[in-house]
C-alpha cells in the first residue's frame, strides 16, 4: 500500500473554489491554496487536524470561517497576505502553536485582541494594511522576534509592545508616528529599527541607552538628532541613516 501523501499544492490551479474532495484529505500536513481567485473558504478547513502549514495567499478572501481555529497543530507557517480580508476571526487565537503569520496587504482595520494567545509566534507580518492601533494583547507574545508593520496608519504603539523581550527586527516604515514609541525603549534585543516616512520630529535621548540597537533608520522624517546623541549611537556601533 502507498503512504497517503502529506502535501498537497494546488498553487495557480485557477480553482476559484476549493473542491470538497480536499476537506477529506484529513491527512495532509502543508496544503497550499495559493493564487486561486478564492473568495469563500468552507468550514470544512477545520477538518484537516493535521495541518501544520496552511497557504492562501493571493488570493480574494473576503472573510474566514472560525474554523480555521481548529487546526490545532499549525506549528509552522500560516499566509494570508494579499486578500480582502476587513477583519480576522477572534479565533485566531487558538493556534497557539504557530511560528510564522503573515496578514499584510489586506484591508484590515485591526488585529483581533486573541492574537496575544498566539504566543508561539516568531514573525508576524501585517504590512500595507490600514491598522490604526495594535492590541494590547501583542505585548503577550514574548517568543516574537520580527514585526513587519510598514503601510499603516498607526500613530502609537501600546505600552504593552514593552513584553516584546525576545524582538529583534521591528519594521514601521509609512506609518503616522510622530514621535519614537516610547515602549521600545525596554526591550534589550531589538537590533534593527525602521521608521522610515513617519512624521517624527525628535529622537529622544534615551535610543542610545537601547542595548541591542544596531541599525536605526530614520529616512523621510522631518527629525535632525542632535550631535551629541548621534556620536552616542556611533560610537556603540549603531549606524543611523537620516
Known amino acids: 500500500m502507498q503512504p497517503a501523501l502529506t502535501t498537497l499544492s494546488l498553487w495557480r ?36 487536524h493535521r495541518l501544520t502549514t496552511l497557504d492562501l495567499g493571493h488570493n480574494k478572501l473576503r472573510s474566514l470561517p472560525d474554523a480555521l481555529g481548529d ?22 487565537g487558538n493556534l497557539a502553536r504557530l511560528r510564522y503569520l503573515n496578514v499584510g496587504e489586506n484591508p484590515l482595520l485591526a488585529l483581533p485582541e486573541t492574537i496575544g ?40 504603539l501600546p505600552d504593552a509592545t514593552a513584553g516584546l523581550n525576545e524582538l529583534r527586527h521591528l519594521d514601521l516604515r509609512e506609518n503616522e508616528l510622530h514621535e519614537v514609541p516610547a515602549a521600545l525603549k525596554r526591550l534589550p534585543r531589538l537590533r534593527q529599527l525602521d521608521l522610515r516616512t513617519n512624521r517624527i520630529v525628535q529622537l529622544p535621548d534615551w535610543v542610545a541607552q537601547m542595548p541591542a540597537l544596531e541599525k536605526l533608520d530614520l529616512r523621510w522624517n522631518p527629525c535632525t538628532p542632535s550631535p551629541h546623541l548621534l556620536t552616542a549611537l556611533e560610537q556603540r556601533g549603531c549606524v543611523i541613516l537620516l
Open 117 to 156: 494567545r498566539m504566543t508561539e509566534l516568531i514573525e508576524l507580518r501585517a504590512q500595507h494594511s490600514r491598522l490604526t492601533a495594535l492590541p494590547a494583547s501583542i505585548g503577550c507574545l514574548h517568543k516574537l522576534r520580527e514585526l513587519w508593520l510598514r503601510g499603516n496608519k498607526l500613530t502609537y
Open 13 to 48: 490551479h485557477q480553482l476559484g473554489e476549493v473542491p470538497e474532495s480536499v476537506w477529506r484529505r484529513t491527512e495532509l500536513q502543508v496544503l497550499v491554496l495559493a493564487d486561486n481567485g478564492l473568495t469563500d473558504l468552507s468550514s470544512g478547513i477545520g477538518r484537516l
Open 71 to 92: 487546526l490545532a497543530e499549525l506549528s509552522g507557517c500560516l499566509y494570508l497576505h494579499d486578500n480582502n480580508l476587513s477583519r480576522l476571526p477572534d479565533t485566531l
